[in-house]
């Protein structure tokens, strides 16, 4: 059908439907208002609906004008601002893409920062688990969960991936439990909360257990609480759940504000990290790489 209808026609049609009125379209568009009125007409009998009914110089939408409205207003909206980029003098939009973990317990607090020193720059999130999302060429930078290797980007190492028991004071306080000396049997006994493995290389509490230097002899308790996501487990810690297992880098905030303590003296390195990756085979825009020395020199 848009073969047979003038792009134009749509302008039109949305010009009306906001100011409810022909006249007023025709001028915000440079066309008279008979023109106004051709083209409407023109749309409503292509389309075989009526869009407005007009009662004198009132005009209302009718129930399909309105769908229709909805529509073409989203439409022209969304193309306006895929257009924004290439407009005279616009600053670049810098796309970074993370994961959900690594998004709201870091990146997130790191990117304000980066606003607030650097205006007139425009940063794009894109948040996914999905790799394929993550990796994709079409982002100026990613953080990816590696071992530091990858064929399409250059990866430098954020943070290492190192993990702790931890769990908040108020938790502790209820269960009269002085967190500094607890070993991991006491740990194993204690409401542990944990998450799903959705990548074969994290590590949940059943791996952690048989990781550290001196596993528990009891057999840890199942965990009372299992999330779909780290950052839901990590909260669940925060409000006094139980014990969640915290990655570090991920939860220096946390540890340094005193929302989460580490438990025991027990930890394991898994060998991967977080690293920050830049494309191999594309220059990077300055404004890209003036946020990617801000994230590297991030503490």
């Known amino acids: 059908m848009l ?17 409810m009125n022909f006249s007023r379209a025709g001028r915000e568009l440079h066309i008279t208002q008979a023109a106004v ?8 009998d292509q389309l075989g609906a009526r869009l407005f009914t007009r009662r004198g110089r009132n005009l209302a939408l009718t129930s399909e004008g309105e769908r229709l409205f909805q529509r073409v ?6 193309l306006e601002e895929s257009l924004e980029p290439f407009r005279a003098g616009a600053s ?11 998004s ?4 997130g607090r790191k990117l304000k920062d980066f606003a607030k020193q650097s205006s007139g720059m425009s940063v794009r999130l894109l948040t996914t688990d ?6 994709a060429e079409t982002n100026d930078l990613v953080i990816l969960y590696s071992t530091g290797e990858h064929p399409r980007w250059h990866l430098s190492l954020l943070m290492k991936e190192v993990l702790v028991p931890v769990a908040s004071p108020t938790y502790l306080a209820h269960k009269g439990i002085p967190f500094a000396s607890l070993d991991v049997d006491e740990i194993a006994g204690l409401d542990l909360i944990d998450y799903e493995r959705f990548n074969a290389n994290w590590i949940s509490y059943r791996q952690w257990f048989a990781r550290i230097a001196t596993p528990p002899k009891r057999k840890p308790a199942a965990p ?16 006094g759940e139980g014990v969640a297992l915290g990655s ?4 220096s905030e946390h540890i340094a504000s005193g929302s989460l303590v580490v438990l025991g003296d027990q930890q394991v390195e898994t060998g991967y990290g977080y690293y920050l990756g830049f494309p191999r085979y594309r220059t990077l825009q300055p404004q890209a790489l003036q946020l990617y020395q801000h994230l590297l020199g991030s503490d």
């Open 130 to 135: 999905a790799p394929a999302e993550l990796a």
């Open 104 to 107: 709201h317990l870091w990146l």
């Open 224 to 239: 009372r609480l299992s999330f779909s996501t780290y950052v839901m487990a990590v909260e669940a810690a925060v409000d």
């Open 248 to 251: 570090l880098g991920l939860i």
């Open 73 to 78: 207003r989203a439409t022209l909206e969304y």
């Open 37 to 44: 009125s051709r083209r409407i007409k023109g749309l409503e």
């Open 92 to 102: 670049q939009i810098i796309s970074i893409a993370a994961s959900g973990s690594v």
């Open 3 to 19: 073969d047979k209808i003038p792009l134009e026609a749509f302008r039109v049609f949305d010009a009306s439907a906001r100011f």
